[in-house]
């Protein structure tokens, strides 16, 4: 069972480089979800700050996560029922290993924890691989928004 620790001030530029490496990835593919370079480390830093981040490291960040209490940008008005998870990336060289599905786990058995009924989390319209893997780890799909300018979002949950 994997237990992800709050992210510090060190681990900002490897959180960084990560999303880095998948956006990098995910535009290789054709794959219209994160744009390469469209998050600052600064950003990254704020979050760190605010405690939202989490990592999972082995001899450096393999894994990361951020989790929220709410996401009214994603979700609308929080209904005090769920815990929110955005940019969950495992290290490509990681890809397989079942690290996103256990950070999912972790981040359910946290929901719990804080007396929440619901994990919840979105996707990218555009990411069909994305849309299977989480049809497949249970999550139900709650609906789809456009958020801001950027691409339109199936939104998910997960009972817990």
């Not at 405690?51 to 490291?57: I, K, P, S, T």
């Not at 924890?113 to 497949?136: F, K």
Request: hydrophobic share 40%; aromatic share 8%; glycine share 8%.
């Amino acid at each position: 069972m994997l237990d992800p620790i709050p992210a510090s001030d060190a681990d900002v530029i490897p959180i960084w480089q990560l999303r880095r490496q998948r956006e990098d990835w995910l535009a290789s593919r054709n794959i219209d979800q994160w744009r390469p370079g469209e998050v600052p480390v600064s950003t990254i830093q704020e979050q760190v700050d605010r405690g939202e981040w989490h990592v999972l490291r082995d001899q450096h960040v393999v894994a990361a996560l951020r989790v929220l209490w709410a996401d009214p940008e994603f979700w609308g008005p929080d209904d005090g029922t769920a815990v929110y998870v955005h940019g969950l990336m495992v290290d490509v060289t990681r890809a397989g290993e079942g690290l996103g599905a256990e950070l999912l786990d972790w981040a359910a058995r946290l929901t719990k924890q804080r007396e929440r009924a619901h994990l919840r989390l979105d996707s990218a319209l555009t990411n069909p691989g994305l849309t299977r893997y989480y049809e497949r780890l249970g999550f139900l799909r709650k609906g789809q928004r456009q958020v801001g300018d950027l691409f339109e979002v199936i939104l998910w949950e997960r009972p817990v």
